[in-house]
């Protein structure tokens, strides 16, 4: 059992450039989160779906899109990176209770 | 604006003391209170978890101490171990109407001194 998934773990990129971070998760789970996280900061929310073909904005979308076509998959896009927007990302998912959340491993991202 | 206020950023205490991480909250909407431990190069992992009808929660070594009117909510790591050596942080969630977002504390590093 995976669990929550993250690709690719590391990743550098020129401001400017575009990527697109795959989380995926074998749990069946119906919420989906991404969270950034910051030194001090804690982990903050990106974006989030609580469905298959549902996302909303979280407390930082800006720079970000996000997209859930299949109930197991959540895939954020960054259109023009930023150094502000170097950081570690974590993908999270979660059953109805709320709180519960199954975090994947991370993805180091690095926008020189 | 942060809505979960945690403290301290850091921490150091002995092998068998008491670790004690304190978080405050402003959204009386919200109705339940994880708190995450996360190892080096790991994603957070849920620790331990209370709802706001409970005073206090106890697993193991940990507990969770809640007092609904002052909108705080704390844990206590009692004889504290190496191996607890990581940084938690505290949360706070609405219901699932709401979409189950866990607002994050800032964090609290933890090391444990043998």
């Known amino acids: 059992n995976a669990g929550v998934t993250q690709t690719p773990k590391f990743r550098v990129l020129k401001t400017g450039q575009s990527m697109t971070l795959l989380c995926a998760q074998d749990m069946n789970h119906e919420y989906m989160y991404w969270y950034r996280q910051d030194p001090g900061m804690g982990l903050r929310l990106i974006h989030y779906?609580?469905?298959?073909?549902?996302?909303a904005k979280g407390e930082v979308p800006d720079g970000y899109n996000v997209s859930r076509l299949k109930k197991q998959n959540f895939l954020l896009g960054l259109e023009s990176a930023a150094p502000s927007q170097t950081s570690v990302y974590f993908c999270?998912?979660?059953?109805?209770?709320?709180?519960?959340?199954?975090f994947g491993q991370g993805t180091r991202l690095t926008v020189v | 604006q942060q809505q979960v206020k945690q403290s301290p950023q850091s921490l150091i205490v002995q092998k068998g003391g008491i670790s004690i991480i304190n978080c405050a909250y402003e959204n009386t909407a919200f109705d339940y209170f994880p708190w995450y431990q996360q190892f080096p190069g790991k994603g957070p992992a849920l620790l331990i978890a209370?709802?706001?009808?409970?005073s206090e929660k106890k697993e193991g070594r940990f507990t969770i101490s809640f007092n609904k009117s002052a909108k705080q909510f704390s844990l206590h790591i009692m004889d504290s171990q190496p191996g607890d050596s990581a940084t938690y942080f505290c949360a706070a969630s609405m219901n699932a109407a709401a979409g189950n977002k866990l607002t994050f504390g800032g964090g609290t590093r933890v090391l444990v001194k043998p």
């Open positions: 779906s609580v469905g298959e073909g549902t996302t």
């Open positions: 999270a998912s979660s059953y109805w209770d709320p709180g519960e959340a199954f």
């Open positions: 209370i709802r706001p009808d409970v």
